[in-house]
């Protein structure tokens, strides 16, 4: 299955400021997704990150606050925006896996804390 | 669009004895049903998935059942050991396999705990 590799995997960054999460995947991968989960919940999708093209956001989610770009088929960046304390979540990249063995695999996550 | 329900919210078994997570879906258009496992720390890894095309499938101590005309699947694990101690999440989708793609759609998630 696909690999991901995904950066940096925590930070604690000051509330005003923004912080760019790098996903980079061992292989061409049509679809890539963009989650967060917040303390103790499940994954909310935030969009779809479309090559060559804008990014398909998730009711809720808005381009200012998480602008993306996904320059190629192997990389995606995911940017939260003039944060605050109540962005702090993980957040996740995954993709969909159509190799020898189809499904949907995540990175390891970036664990962001505002403070 | 797709709602997922996943019960239980947690769930305490002594080592050895089986475990059932259960969820169900509301769109019957979904036809790819993965389960994840995430511990502490990581990412969600996959440990087993259904087509709608498919009633049941095992890996080992892990099975997953699929009722469509119920729109519900369940992940059973048999002989469950301390380490499958984690949380686990139920997922839908309506992505095809060679055609068009469809995001995840996850259930709240099942804190297990075994005890030795």
């Known amino acids: 299955s696909a690999v991901i590799s995904q950066k940096p995997s925590r930070d604690i960054c000051q509330r005003g400021t923004s912080l760019t999460i790098q996903c980079q995947v061992d292989s061409q991968v049509t679809m890539m997704f963009w989650y967060r989960q917040q303390p103790g919940q499940s994954l909310t999708l935030i969009a779809t990150a479309n090559q060559g093209s804008e990014a398909t956001y998730e009711s809720g989610f808005v381009i200012d606050k998480f602008p993306i770009s996904r320059p190629n088929l192997t990389f995606s960046t995911l940017t939260v925006s003039n944060m605050s304390p109540e962005d702090s979540s993980i957040y996740l990249c995954?993709?969909?896996?159509?190799?020898?063995?189809?499904?949907?695999?995540f990175g390891s996550g970036t664990r962001l804390t505002v403070v | 669009g797709e709602n997922v329900e996943q019960h239980p919210s947690t769930l305490s078994v002594q080592e050895g004895d089986s475990a059932v997570i259960k969820c169900t879906y509301s769109?019957?258009?979904?036809?790819?049903f993965p389960w994840y496992k995430q511990e502490l720390g990581k990412g969600p890894q996959l440990i087993i998935d259904i087509r709608s095309n498919v009633g049941e499938k095992k890996d080992q101590r892990i099975a997953v059942t699929l009722n469509k005309t119920a729109k519900h699947f369940s992940l059973h694990i048999t002989e469950t050991q301390p380490e499958d101690s984690a949380v686990y999440f139920c997922?839908?989708?309506?992505?095809?396999?060679?055609?068009?793609?469809?995001?995840?759609?996850f259930g709240k998630g099942t804190k297990l705990s075994v005890k030795p």
């Open positions: 995954s993709v969909e896996d159509r190799g020898l063995v189809y499904g949907y695999t």
């Open positions: 997922a839908a989708t309506s992505s095809n396999y060679g055609g068009s793609q469809g995001n995840l759609i």
């Open positions: 769109d019957s258009a979904s036809n790819y």
